[in-house]
């Protein structure tokens, strides 16, 4: 029996975006050239041609970020997941966020077909979305995933939630400069993507979380 037939709708849908995730913030990491091409393979995901990391490291951090979030983004604890590139001193540049929202009370099966055409066009989408973004200097620059819990992860929560710590990154004492990129509402999931930018070069801290 396929492992999907025993899933909730919420699960998954959690199954398919943690899936996305993986592919998204890798093509948001090749966006900004800060590893050279040959770090990065073809591959092809949802009919699109779409880049996969090479370098065992740089592939497993990104898989084991984004797998680790599928039981709270399941659940609904999870706002927002971020890619946060920061200057050597720990002052983020710039910030991909993916906002996101589970309907927990959606009973149907889900139609795949019909939420993957919709997580197709984000990859379209952030594809062109370059002349957005920021040059990076590839010494000076590095990222994290971040991600925007409603509560801190607690112990039972079971093993994966040991891994997420709060962070001391700092953050914009002003409202960032918003550049949507885009947004879909596929039941039961809605998501948006945009970028921040930095108004203001102050910074304060921040609670937030990250792998």
């Known amino acids: 029996m396929d492992r999907r037939d025993n899933q909730s709708p919420q699960g998954e849908t959690a199954r398919i975006l943690v899936e996305f995730l993986e592919v998204a913030i890798t093509s948001i990491v090749y966006l ?3 590893y050279p091409s040959g770090a990065f393979e073809r591959r092809r995901y949802l009919n699109l041609v779409v880049h996969r990391a090479r370098h065992p490291q740089l592939r497993n951090y990104i898989q084991m970020s984004v797998s680790g979030l599928q039981p709270f983004i399941e659940k609904g604890l999870i706002e927002r997941v971020a890619v946060v590139f920061f200057d050597m001193e720990n002052v983020p540049l710039e910030r991909f966020i993916f906002k996101l929202s589970v ?10 077909a019909d939420l993957e055409f919709s997580l197709r066009s984000f990859l379209i989408k952030l594809s062109v979305s370059q002349p957005l973004t920021s040059a990076l200097s590839q010494v ?19 093993s994966t ?4 710590i709060p962070t001391d990154t700092k953050q914009w ?5 918003i550049s949507p990129i885009k947004s879909m509402s596929s039941e039961p999931l809605n998501v948006q993507l945009y970028l921040e930018h930095p108004s203001l070069s102050k910074m304060t801290n921040s609670k937030v979380q990250h792998l």
């Open 161 to 164: 939630a040991a891994l997420w």
């Open 103 to 112: 309907n927990q009370s959606y009973g149907s099966k889900v139609e795949d």
């Open 173 to 177: 004492q002003q409202p960032p400069l």
């Open 140 to 158: 000076d620059c590095r990222w994290e995933i971040v991600a925007y819990f409603q509560m801190l992860p607690q112990a039972d929560m079971g």
């Open 32 to 34: 900004k050239r800060l």
